[in-house]
Every structure is written in structure tokens, then in C-alpha cells.
């Protein structure tokens, strides 16, 4: 799966639990979508669910933004496929 | 006591107190269901160790705040045991913050792991349970006691002791009990987390008069004494477990 289409699926996890349309490309983390510590605890379930991988704490307390975030999962995703 | 050939489902089963009890249950004998949120591994970890028991593990993964996911773990549970003889509501979760300060999603995300799954999974539970069937929620001195920033676990905790109590009489005709178990602060991860405070534990066990903390393992031998047979009468208590400390909240 390419980086843009993890985009693409985090855009649409984003959007149902914000209940909001979001474009994670125009602002820098998830608090700016308004998000709070709820919401993103519900969306990195939500992806880990989608992709089957699991988001490590340690690694997740070190993500500095969307861009971030969002190259962090796809790399998950490709050590999961790996294996 | 014995569990052979009984099987037992502890949602949260694969850390802190659920780890305790699912490894507790293994030790008798019993085939263990680790039902967890996130964490793989850990919860791989866990059945592992559950393994060298000799007993047969399952692990599932679900989020029982949401409906349809506790649906599909009893199916899986149904598909792969058939039955149920254990059911250890363990699974919480909780956002802290003050009652003045708590909105809706909040109030809801806590209601709904910790209280409203009870219900949803017990109703599943004793579908696949027949006479000598078990079920035991873990709750909090929180539901009666008043904790900075608790207020919504607390709250769902209290919703969790009321709901044993109705669940209890219904399923006594039934030959299943139900019952719970409240824990003071327990020496674990979980209460690191939340109270942020390194030194938190210093302060419960100085206070409290058996002289520690309680710990994850008198919990899971409290569990498995209410599965057992010698149990069958108690039904519908709520039993505290805390070293005696709210009898005497102050030093003397």
C-alpha cells in the first residue's frame, strides 16, 4: 500500500471520529483538527485495526505531526509484510 | 481447587490484573480467552506463558466498547469452545478528569467499556454457560470513594457494582453467579499511568494497615476463589479487597 493511500484510509478514520471532513494535509498534527487525547487515542485504535499493526507506545510518544504519523504507519505496515 | 477442563474469558486479560487472573485460572487448569485492545505482542507474551500450563489459549482482539465487536468475540468464542463456564469482566478504561469538566464523549467512552460491556458480554456469556457458571467484574473502591479526576470511572464503576447485583438475581435460578470484586489501589501499571505520580505508591501502602499495597495476585486469588464451587453462595456481593484500608483511612 503507498504512503498516499495510508494517507487516504488515515483521512477517512480521521473524519468519522472527528465527525468532520479533515485534510490532514493542510495543518500539521491532529490537534489543530480539533482533536483531543480521546480522539487520538480512538484513531490510532481505529488504524491499528484497519492495517493490523501495532503502534508502539515508546515510538508513537516520539511522532512530531501528521507527516510523521503517517510515515510511521505505512513503515509498520511494511515490517509487518516483511515478516 | 481445580479448573480442568473449564473455560474462562477475561476481557483485558493480557496485562496488570487481567494477566494475574488469566494466569490464575491457567494455573487450575483452566483454558484461558485473552480478549485485549491493542497490544499483540504483549498479549502473545501472556499466552505464552499461559501455554506452559498446559492449557489451551485463544487470544482475541476487540474493543468491547463497541457492540458489534463483542458480538464477533462470542462468535469466535462460540466457534472455538462452544461454551463458556468463566466470564472475568476485567477490561476499563477511563478519561480523567473532573465531573465539572467531563462532556459527553468522555462520559460515553467510559460508560461503554466499563459499564454497558458488562452488560452486552454477560447477556452473550450465559447464552454459552450451563449450571456452575461464573461471572466476576472487577471494580474500583472509585464507585464509592471520590478520586481527583475519577470522576467518570468512578461513576461507570458504581453503574458496574448496581448492574452485579441486578444480573446476579437473575441469574441465580440459572445456577450462575455473579459477583464483584472492588480493589483498592492496586501496585500496578495502569495506576502509574494515572496517577503520574512515581511516589503514589509509597503513600497508599504507608496507609494502609496489612501493611502493602494490594497486588495483582490477591486479586486473581480472590477471582479464584468466587469460581469456585465452595463460592456457589455468594451472589451478587461486592467484595472489597484493600488491606483495610478504607476501614481505617487514618493512621492511628
Known amino acids: 500500500m503507498s504512503t498516499s493511500s495510508v494517507e487516504a484510509v488515515i483521512t477517512e478514520i480521521a473524519s468519522k471520529i472527528l465527525r468532520k471532513d479533515v485534510d490532514l494535509t493542510t495543518v500539521n498534527n491532529f490537534k489543530e483538527l480539533g482533536a483531543d487525547s480521546l480522539d487520538i487515542i480512538q484513531i490510532i485504535v481505529k488504524v491499528e485495526d484497519r492495517f493490523d499493526i501495532e503502534l508502539l507506545e515508546e515510538d508513537l510518544q516520539n511522532i512530531k505531526g501528521i507527516k510523521d504519523f503517517v510515515a510511521y504507519v505505512e513503515r509498520r505496515i511494511a515490517e509487518k509484510n516483511s515478516q | ?252
Open chain 2, 1 to 252: 481447587m481445580s479448573l480442568a477442563g473449564k473455560v474462562a474469558l477475561v476481557t483485558g486479560g493480557s496485562r496488570g490484573i487481567g494477566k494475574a487472573i488469566s494466569l490464575k485460572l491457567a494455573s487450575q487448569g483452566a483454558d484461558v480467552i485473552i480478549n485485549f485492545l491493542r497490544r499483540r505482542s504483549v498479549a502473545e507474551a501472556t499466552a505464552n506463558e499461559i501455554r506452559a500450563k498446559g492449557v489451551k489459549v485463544h487470544l482475541v482482539k476487540a474493543n468491547v466498547g463497541e457492540p458489534e465487536e463483542i458480538d464477533r468475540m462470542f462468535q469466535e468464542i462460540e466457534r472455538e469452545f462452544g461454551r463458556l463456564d468463566i466470564f472475568i469482566n476485567n477490561a476499563a478504561s477511563g478519561v480523567a478528569k473532573a465531573a465539572l469538566e467531563l462532556d459527553t464523549r468522555g462520559w460515553d467512552w467510559t460508560m461503554d467499556i466499563n459499564a454497558r460491556a458488562f452488560l452486552l458480554c454477560t447477556q452473550r456469556a450465559v447464552k454459552l454457560m450451563s449450571k456452575g457458571g461464573k461471572v466476576i467484574a472487577i471494580s474500583s473502591l472509585g464507585a464509592r470513594l471520590v478520586w481527583p479526576a475519577y470522576s467518570a470511572v468512578g461513576v461507570s464503576k458504581a453503574a458496574l457494582e448496581a448492574l452485579t447485583r441486578y444480573l446476579a438475581i437473575e441469574c441465580a435460578p440459572l445456577g450462575i453467579t455473579v459477583n464483584c470484586v472492588a480493589p483498592g489501589a492496586v501496585e500496578s501499571e495502569a495506576l502509574k499511568l494515572y496517577a503520574g505520580d512515581e511516589n503514589l505508591n509509597k503513600s497508599v501502602w504507608q496507609k494502609t494497615p496489612a501493611g502493602r499495597m494490594v497486588s495483582p495476585e490477591d486479586i486473581a486469588n480472590l477471582v479464584s476463589f468466587l469460581c469456585s464451587e465452595q463460592a456457589s453462595m455468594i451472589v451478587g456481593q461486592v467484595i472489597v479487597i484493600d488491606g483495610g484500608v478504607t476501614l481505617a483511612p487514618i493512621n492511628f
